[in-house]
């Protein structure tokens, strides 16, 4: 049944305007004259990144994965691209101590068949982090992750250092070059719910957004925790009841999915990641 335009009292708190299906038509196109600028723009930017130069590096460098050493260029697996997420590790910290905004991201492709569109285009996916293998390897098993996991220790850049980084690499025969690298909201191409959740009507509940007066806040997220407060990213970590917080009984969100994972009293980590 069709409602009508301005009528106040079929409107409710903290919710869209309710209105007619042609007002609401109207609405929708004169957004999308916007959002068609904004995908012009992204393809113009992206044309622009294609034509940024590039850094020619040893491909011979040695990362360490589950089949122990192995030289950089056995990433790219045969293609001519390849695309990495550096994830942060803290040292001797348990499973939940690890870094909650790497995992996020990494969670988004945590399966090689994640890939399979890459593949089709050329390109390989592959994760590295500053951690020691010794100890990156049973935190891969716990989380499930079958993309293949590659420890940089002591590496410099362009492969080591500069982790919660995507960085893309271009390969000619045995040459290897650094290509582009993006951080913060840079990585949400990897993000494929934050995407989803723009287009909701309560959209990511993150603080910085720009919502209507009487919207649904965030969900505070306990004390800060690594230089993060709440309500930023507050579905980044849950306690074991599913309430958000960023204290010592939280695992990042993901976590509470894989066998195992049971409630927790310390993050056990210290300082900034490597």
């Not at 399966?111 to 399979?116: C, N, S």
Request: charged share 20%.
């Amino acid at each position: 049944m069709a409602t009508t335009s301005g009528n106040a009292s079929s409107n409710l708190h903290g919710k869209p305007p309710v209105v007619d299906l042609a007002t609401w038509q109207a609405a929708r196109e004169e957004l999308l004259v916007r959002e068609k600028a904004h995908t012009r723009e992204g393809d113009a930017i992206a044309a622009a990144r294609r034509r940024l130069p590039m850094v020619e590096f040893d491909g011979a460098v040695e990362v360490t994965g589950a089949d122990g050493p192995v030289p950089f260029l056995d990433l790219f697996q045969g293609r001519d691209e390849l695309v990495v997420y550096q994830q942060m590790w803290y040292d001797g910290a348990p499973f939940q101590g690890q870094c909650e905004g790497c995992t996020f991201n990494v969670w988004h492709m945590k399966h090689a068949e994640d890939a399979v569109y890459l593949n089709a285009r050329g390109v390989s996916f592959a994760v590295l982090t500053s951690g020691s293998w010794d100890e990156v390897a049973p935190f891969v098993e716990f989380m499930g992750y079958t993309q293949p996991w590659y420890s940089v220790r002591g590496l410099e850049p362009p492969i080591g250092e500069q982790m919660g980084h995507i960085v893309c690499y271009l390969r000619d025969g045995d040459r290897v070059f650094l290509t582009y690298s993006t951080t913060g909201r840079g990585n949400e191409p990897l993000d494929g719910s934050l995407g989803l959740l723009d287009m909701t009507p309560y959209g990511r509940r993150e603080a910085w957004e720009d919502n209507p007066e009487g919207w649904p806040e965030a969900p505070q997220a306990g004390a800060p925790v690594g230089g993060h407060g709440a309500p930023i990213c507050w579905y980044w970590r849950s306690n074991a009841d599913g309430v958000a917080t960023w204290g010592p009984t939280s695992r990042p969100t993901p976590q509470w999915t894989r066998p195992g994972a049971t409630p927790v009293e310390t993050l056990g980590r210290q300082g900034d990641p490597h």
